[in-house]
């Protein structure tokens, strides 16, 4: 699976559009970008995937770059319950893992 | 309709005791994962099983083990109890072995 690089930390006003980008420059044809959350010691949350076109879906916006080298996942309109880590995961689901780098951790304030 | 669930919640055992952890797979799910997440670090890949057999597995030694019931729900087995083996348990299941996991709210493992 892709190596995936994130920021580590990011800032965004409460009620402003949030965006997260990930590279993943050596992701291979098959592998689809996943993005999941994770709130502070709750289990991963599914946010959204895609392979080559933009997705979204209640939660999101995916925007995946023509060359796939690189990905922004997008809240529109942060609220503080959007504060979480943000993992973006290359995922061919042939090797079975999800692999977890650092991620972003998202603070949403007032 | 039920998410993945997990059981106990919360569980202190002392080193070199054993401990069971329990996952129940969301309906009509027949793939289960597990993984271990150490505090401040992201969640680590132990094993899969699908369909009751073991389908891929992590960088962890053989006293992790696991089981799948013929229901889907799923058991993670730790033998001789390590201090490093603190950490959040936590459990996916998705439809298949190549579809989007789900987690579920894990098992925080306390090692003394």
């Known amino acids: 699976d892709a190596k995936t690089t994130q920021p580590t930390s990011m800032d965004c006003a409460e009620g402003r559009a949030a965006n997260l980008p990930c590279n993943h420059s050596t992701i291979s044809g098959n592998e689809y970008v996943y993005w999941y959350r994770q709130i502070h010691s709750q289990g991963p949350q599914y946010i959204i995937h895609?392979?080559?076109n933009n997705e979204t879906n209640e939660m999101a916006s995916l925007i995946i770059t023509e060359d796939r080298k690189s990905s922004t996942l997008i809240l529109p309109h942060a609220t503080l319950r959007d504060t979480a880590v943000y993992y973006c995961i290359g995922y061919t689901g042939t090797a079975s893992k999800l692999t977890f780098g650092t991620g972003t951790r998202l603070q949403v304030t007032l | 309709e039920t998410g993945v669930t997990q059981s106990p919640t919360h569980l202190i055992k002392t080193r070199g005791q054993q401990v069971t952890l329990r996952c129940s797979s969301q309906?009509?799910?027949?793939?289960v994962s597990w993984y271990q997440q150490a505090l401040g670090q992201g969640p680590q890949f132990i094993f899969q099983y699908y369909r009751e057999e073991e389908n891929g597995r992590g960088n962890f030694p053989p006293r992790f083990s696991g089981l799948q019931f013929p229901n889907y729900s799923s058991e993670l087995n730790v033998n001789a109890l390590e201090l490093d083996d603190s950490a959040l348990y936590l459990c996916a299941s998705s439809l298949d072995f190549q579809e989007t996991q789900y987690f579920g709210p894990g098992t925080r493992l306390l090692v003394l």
């Open positions: 895609g392979l080559k």
């Open positions: 309906s009509g799910h027949n793939t």
